[in-house]
């Protein structure tokens, strides 16, 4: 594999994406414990939903024919009761929701539509539509149709599905196993005594909560050593991961035995450096069957670029085919310059449809406090140097991902 230096950010995603291999061992779960998994099953209807005609809301069931007449309530049907059809001329069933519809039934009147005459009878309005109310068997998913892809990750929507067809297990890919590591002499551990010359590791904690949040499995690996044969070593026994996500060590004023290191172990670099601000010092490879993403060591950046960059290329990797995320367009309700020639990431807040920067677009990216003030994010390509207020942006909110286009997220 030809070893490529720095890319636009475009290029970079979309190289990533293409060595991202999706080869994943499979298992059988329980449906409670699926929320979050990808499936690796086709999984088809084995049972109409519904399974019978039944009753969308309380009210009266009749045939439609004899709507705008006195009717006689002939009999009461409640949800999970079985009755036969004994409609004669001029009568109906008073039913409740989720009741199954005798076959002489074809419309439900709800209670509030109908006039009481007394306990027995009641009129139902000529206006009614043939129909309404009245849930057919099968009309949202029939029996040997498909009820889920395989690929499609897994949320509550798809285990109430999955519970009304009776299906306890299923077949899911294996969860990636994710390293996260560090770099730095100076950093300690949040458990550990820190001076004023050393800081706290808060990038490794920071992209591990980041991965769970979206369902994926991490450990954290440790600190890589600060020498050459230390890190070859450390690095090899972390080849049994699918992912190691390291932060730091390898921009230009770092010394590079890092990258080095993994390059002794085997890694094929596809690209050191991302055109995109801020995040430059970014760097992916393949080391044998691990795919390595070393993120910068500025927080800020760690975390903007593990967000764009590493969470979208491993959601792919699970097994996900929605792995790119979705925006919502914006108002942008203030003017602000940027740097053009390279992809510039800006924070903001978005609410009620507009967007506003954080800070007048004025913070470093070794800062966390932006991120916490901020909901959202604008990705704005290399030619764009001004965004004017009243412009319509692409927002990317900090939240789930979507099946967009590649160029969704890209404003400009």
């Known amino acids: 594999m030809k070893r490529l230096h720095r890319l636009s950010y475009r290029d970079a995603f979309d190289l990533a994406l293409k060595e991202a291999s999706v080869e994943r061992p499979t298992e059988t779960i329980f449906i409670d414990k699926a929320l979050g998994r990808v499936l690796a099953q086709d999984i088809n209807v084995v049972k109409n939903l519904p399974s019978f005609d039944n009753a969308a809301m309380d009210g009266f069931a009749f045939r439609h024919e004899e709507r705008g007449e006195r009717l006689h309530v002939v009999a009461k ?15 109906c069933y008073k039913i409740m929701t989720g009741a199954k519809i005798p076959e002489d039934a074809n419309t439900i009147a709800p209670f509030e539509m109908c006039t009481v005459v007394d306990n027995e009878y009641i009129i139902v309005p000529r206006e009614i539509k043939k129909g309404n109310a009245f849930r057919v068997k099968g009309e ?27 299906i306890t297990a299923i077949k899911v890919f294996k969860r990636l196993e994710i390293a996260v590591v560090s770099t730095g002499s100076e950093i300690k551990e949040p458990w550990e005594e820190a001076d004023e010359d050393e800081i706290y590791n808060a990038n490794a904690f920071a992209i591990i909560a980041q991965l769970q949040k979206y369902g994926f499995k991490t450990r954290y690996a440790g600190v890589i050593p600060d020498s050459l044969d230390k890190s070859i070593s450390f690095i090899d026994g972390l080849k049994d991961d699918d992912v190691i996500i390291t932060t730091g060590g390898i921009s230009m004023g770092d010394a590079d035995f890092i990258q080095e290191a993994f390059v002794k172990n085997g890694l094929e670099i596809l690209f050191h450096g991302v055109e995109i601000k801020p995040g430059r010092a970014s760097m992916m490879g393949k080391m044998d069957k ?31 085919s929605a792995y790119y995320h979705p925006f919502v367009y914006a108002n942008n309700i203030e003017t602000f310059h940027l740097k053009a020639g390279r992809t510039n990431v800006v924070l903001g807040n978005f609410s009620q449809g507009e967007f506003r920067i954080t800070r007048e677009n004025r913070y470093g990216s070794g800062m966390l406090t932006p991120l916490v003030e901020s909901n959202a994010m604008l990705v704005l390509g290399a030619d764009i140097s001004l965004v004017s207020k009243g412009e319509t942006v692409k927002v990317v909110l900090f939240d789930n991902l979507a099946n967009e286009t590649r160029d969704g997220i890209l404003n400009g």
């Open 290 to 320: 691990t795919f390595v993403m070393a993120m910068p060591g500025n927080p800020l950046a760690a975390m903007l670029n593990v967000y764009l960059l590493a969470i979208p290329i491993l959601t792919k990797m699970q097994g996900n």
């Open 140 to 166: 949202e998913k029939q029996k040997g149709t498909t009820l889920f892809s395989k690929l499609e990750r897994i949320t509550p929507a798809h285990i109430a599905l999955m519970a009304t067809q009776g």
């Open 77 to 91: 049907i409640f949800a999970g009761e079985k009755s036969e059809p004994i409609l004669k001329k001029a009568s």
